[in-house]
């Protein structure tokens, strides 16, 4: 079942930096991807802070235990042998000490290292550069260098002596570059990942997506897999989704059916207006030229007078015999209610073959035993006489003198049966597929007056559905014909 896909105008050509126009997956590995940089940054900072406040405190250390011993041993040259000389300074710490006016008085430092990479230490101190215990960080003569300095009191001074910290500098350089190596690996690592997890899971969107697009193309029956779990928002989305779909194709399919039966049902109207209309200027036409013809005086004498007055009689009454057909069909169609009574349905097909050995002599009748099981349903009797005389009266005009007639009667479980049969020539699948159509003719060579209206079986499958039953024809080319009709059977009530 399909219809027309709908035409949708495209919409307003979308930029790559926009961030609504990025597919979901992009958009997911991307929130991801900037939550573990964050992560990492935050992590890294916190790293290096820690770090960096952890070496630095232990330089501070080393620089606080030296600066006591130096304190402790005065200034050199002044204190005699106990000042420490250049073999007594490990090779990675200066020193420098100030009298108790604050001027530098002596210097020690590593022999090797060049006075530019000094620390800058003033010449005379007062309060503001340090005082005793407080830690601070200088830098070379030259700036290229680091140091770290802390001032102790001494007997006789002040001795200031300084770390160079650029190994810890290096350090930090180097966690830094390793940081951010580690980093770039486990965001190229986890981007590839979250992109092949969130393309797995969002893959049952992709076939929700093309089931989209196949029923935009106008395949109704197309349905999403139904392989998923639905407790998953996926699944959920994809049984609502069949759910539906479902009933759009119903809704879709019930229109469509609607329309059809509608567009036959007119058909239907049409073709029965068309050939009443037909069927009715027949008599119609005979009546007014033999009453032109009476007019002009084409009745020579009294014979030819009543010739002609019984051809309209005979017409008027063939057009009052269609026409009270054309209006019992127009009832039923209608579902207008039929008498609901008590009869048997063999006393009416043993009256019936008694009628054709009375009306016909000639022709054979095989009919059922009036003293037979009775056979009682709930129904209209002068109607059920009508069934049974059109289907006798078809067999007479259809079929061949001499031919043999059946009627049959019985109850079989909760159905009444009856059945008239030939042994005439039958029919063809074709001719008995519209047997009880309106107006269809099996022998179209038959003129009106020998082969009836066309209505005989077309009133029979009629009152036939108004009684609730079914009515069904077996015949072909040869084996004759055989019309069943199966009524509603009920119990006959207790007499008396």
């Known amino acids: 079942m399909t219809s027309p896909p709908s035409a949708v105008a495209p ?36 790293t290096n802070v820690i770090l960096e406040r952890s070496l630095t ?56 290292l060049d006075s530019a990479d000094y620390p800058e230490l003033p010449d005379e101190i007062t309060p503001a550069d340090g005082g005793p215990g407080d830690p601070m960080t200088v830098e070379s003569a030259d700036g290229t260098t680091r140091w770290r300095v802390v001032y102790a009191e001494s007997e ?13 500098a290096a350090t930090m350089t180097q966690l830094r570059w390793i940081e951010t190596l580690i980093a770039l690996v486990v965001l190229a690592a986890l981007a590839a990942v979250s992109w092949a997890v969130v393309r797995a899971a969002l893959r049952p969107l992709s076939r929700v997506e093309h089931t989209a697009e196949a029923i935009a193309g106008g395949d109704l029956t197309a349905r999403v897999p139904d392989d998923l779990d639905p407790r ?51 008599p ?8 032109e013809l009476y007019g002009r005086g084409g009745a020579a004498d009294e014979a030819t007078t009543d010739r002609f007055m019984a051809r309209i009689e005979q017409e008027a009454t063939r057009m009052g015999v269609l026409v009270e057909d054309l209006l019992l069909l127009a009832r039923l169609d209608q579902q207008r209610p039929l008498r609901r009574e008590l009869v048997d349905l063999r006393e009416i097909a043993c009256d019936a073959a008694e ?64 059945v008239v049969a030939d042994d005439g020539p039958g029919m ?43 009515v069904a024809i077996d015949t072909a080319p040869g084996d004759g014909t055989s019309v069943t009709v199966t009524l509603p059977l009920v119990e006959r009530p207790p007499a008396g």
Do not use: C, K
């Not at 930096?17 to 997911?28: A, I």
């Not at 939550?35 to 900072?45: D, E, G, H, T, W």
């Open 232 to 282: 998953t928002e996926v699944g959920a989305l994809s049984a609502s989704l069949n759910t539906m779909l479902a009933r759009i194709e119903d809704a879709v399919r019930t229109r469509e059916e609607a329309a059809r039966d509608a567009r036959e049902s007119e058909d239907r109207m049409r073709r029965f207006v068309a050939d009443a209309s037909h069927e009715l200027r027949t």
């Open 156 to 168: 006789d001074g002040t001795v200031a002596v300084a770390l160079d910290i650029d190994d810890v």
């Open 284 to 291: 119609l036409t005979s009546i007014r030229g033999f009453a």
């Open 355 to 418: 009628d054709i050995a009375v009306t016909n002599p000639d022709r054979p009748v095989a009919g059922p035993e009036r003293d037979g099981v009775p056979v009682p349903v709930i129904g209209d009797e002068d109607r059920l006489r009508q069934v049974v005389g059109n289907l006798v009266g078809n067999v007479l005009v259809h079929t061949p003198e001499g031919t043999v007639l059946r009627i049959e009667v019985e109850p079989r479980t909760d159905r009444a049966v009856l």
């Open 57 to 112: 405190q232990r330089v501070d250390d080393r620089l606080a235990e030296q600066a006591r011993v130096f304190a402790l041993r005065g200034t050199p040259g002044v204190n005699g042998p106990s000042g420490p000389g250049p073999r007594q300074l490990p090779s990675e710490f200066f020193v420098q000490w100030y009298d108790a006016q604050g001027y530098a008085v002596a210097r020690l430092a590593d022999p090797q």
């Open 428 to 470: 063809t699948t074709e001719q008995s597929g519209r047997a009880f159509e309106r107006f269809y003719r099996a022998d179209p060579s038959r003129n009106r007056a020998d082969g009836g209206s066309g209505l005989g079986l077309a009133i029979v499958s009629a009152l036939v559905a108004g009684h609730g039953g079914e």
């Open 11 to 46: 919409g307003p050509p979308r930029r790559w930096w926009e961030w609504r126009s990025w597919p979901l997956r992009v958009q997911l590995v991307v929130v991801v991807d900037l939550l573990v940089l964050l992560a990492l940054v935050i992590s890294a900072f916190a």
